[in-house]
């Protein structure tokens, strides 16, 4: 391959690599607003249980700003140039982050707690209602029961009555065997007999209202979510409590307590935000609450610290006229060129100024061009290459025009010819 064919290559790599830089550091933006709009949403929801709504949203927005003001300043600042500044700045971050992932951890928990929640009110619910079911077929038990003893209570008059043996016939004239005292005992028999068979019909009814409150339940138990299953929950439940009602009154006993069952609305809301969620904190939901915000800390944090993208004609000139003041290049271990920046100690002697020089390294540093490698080197990024070959391929032909050929002393243009960027 040609010298000119790698160098179109390379050219077109560097625009490909600075686009897509570019975009990214584009796109950060409205990913970092969505985020940022998202925390506030949760941080909104978790306020405004605690405090007026309108407050919540002025504290909201503040907290969101904050973060992400902090974050941009953060990456821009360095502790050792002001060091209560940065000090500041760290503590407003972090209450920031705290407000914002504290209230921002009951709207995650609602989330996360959701269907264990309404497992829980179901469960609470069944057994409500199981336990008055219960109740109920104890009152009919108890209603049976009661009837039954006063039926054998009959009974048993009605043979002392024929025997003659009861208290109040002790000494009086009245016959044995069926006689007026026995046939009076004998219609209170029958009567409460009477009595018992009557009771069938309204038990027949109250367990079929038992037998339609347990279908109920279970189809409810199915779909929590059906407001109509819940509808038809609510009405064998009243249905069967009218029953049961009637009955009691009918035998003077005392009332069952029914639960209270409330509206299918009730049922399915979310919790209320309250600090004794941190009781038993979930973690997923602190979880999803702190990462929402690391997003925006991070990205906030890159939108400030990544490199925008290409330079002007005007910036590669200045990379290229100070790079060439460096003489210590090499080509290090990880196959890029790496060069010393601190000056020689023939530079110091002479007290040669690299201001210039410096300056062209911390500004390729600060865009992506340059990286770091110690505390006195630094190496070329891939997407510097072709900028410098481009600019050694331009020299090259202004002096080929001018009929001079390049100094012996140029030793960036050695060391990249040694690169294969030549």
Not at 130 to 140: D, E, F, P, Q
Request: aromatic share 10%.
């Amino acid at each position: 391959m040609s010298t000119a064919a790698a160098w179109h290559i390379g050219q077109w790599l560097n625009t490909v690599q600075s686009t897509f830089v570019g975009l990214l550091r584009v796109w950060s933006v409205p990913i970092v607003l969505l985020l940022s709009f998202a925390s506030g949403y949760t941080t909104y929801y978790g306020l405004s249980h605690f405090i007026t709504a309108w407050i919540a949203l002025v504290i909201t927005i503040a907290v969101q700003s904050i973060v992400v003001i902090c974050t941009l300043e953060l990456a821009g600042m360095h502790w050792r140039a002001n060091p209560p500044r940065f000090l500041m700045v760290v503590f407003s971050l972090l209450v920031a982050l705290t407000v914002s992932v504290s209230f921002s951890y009951f709207k995650f928990y609602e989330f996360s707690q959701r269907d264990s929640m309404l497992i829980e009110r179901q469960s609470q619910l069944e057994a409500a209602v199981n336990a008055y079911m219960t109740a109920v077929v104890g009152l009919k038990s108890q209603i049976t029961a009661a009837q039954r003893q006063r039926i054998e209570q009959a009974a048993e008059q009605a043979t002392q009555a024929y025997l003659g043996s009861l208290p109040a016939m002790r000494g009086s004239r009245h016959p044995i065997g069926k006689g007026p005292v026995w046939g009076h005992y004998n219609e209170i028999l029958q009567a409460e007999q009477a009595k018992l068979k009557q009771l069938e019909p309204g038990f027949q009814k109250l367990e079929a209202d038992l037998t339609a409150l347990r279908g109920s339940l279970k189809a409810f138990a199915a779909k929590m979510d059906d407001e109509a299953s819940y509808a038809r929950l609510l009405r064998d439940f009243q249905t069967l409590q009218t029953s049961a009602e009637t009955l009691i009154s009918e035998h003077g006993l005392p009332p069952i307590a029914p639960p209270r069952l409330g509206s299918h609305a009730e049922f399915t809301q979310g919790v209320t935000p309250s600090f004794a969620m941190w009781d038993n904190v979930s973690w997923f939901a602190l979880a999803c609450a702190s990462m929402v915000d690391f997003f925006v800390l991070v990205l906030s944090y890159r939108l400030e610290f990544t490199a925008p993208g290409p330079l002007t004609e005007e910036e590669k000139d200045l990379a290229y006229q100070g790079l060439r003041q460096f003489g210590e290049f090499t080509i290090n271990k990880n196959d890029e060129l790496e060069f010393v920046i601190e000056r020689t100690e023939l530079e110091r002697a002479r007290r040669v100024s690299d201001w210039s020089r410096m300056f062209a390294v911390a500004f390729l540093l600060n865009r992506g061009y340059l990286r770091k490698m110690s505390d006195r080197a630094v190496e070329f990024a891939p997407n510097l290459y072709p900028l410098i070959a481009e600019r050694m391929n331009l020299g090259a032909r202004k002096s080929a025009d001018l009929k001079v050929l390049p100094g012996p002393e140029d030793k960036l243009a050695e060391a990249m010819r040694r690169k294969g960027h030549g």
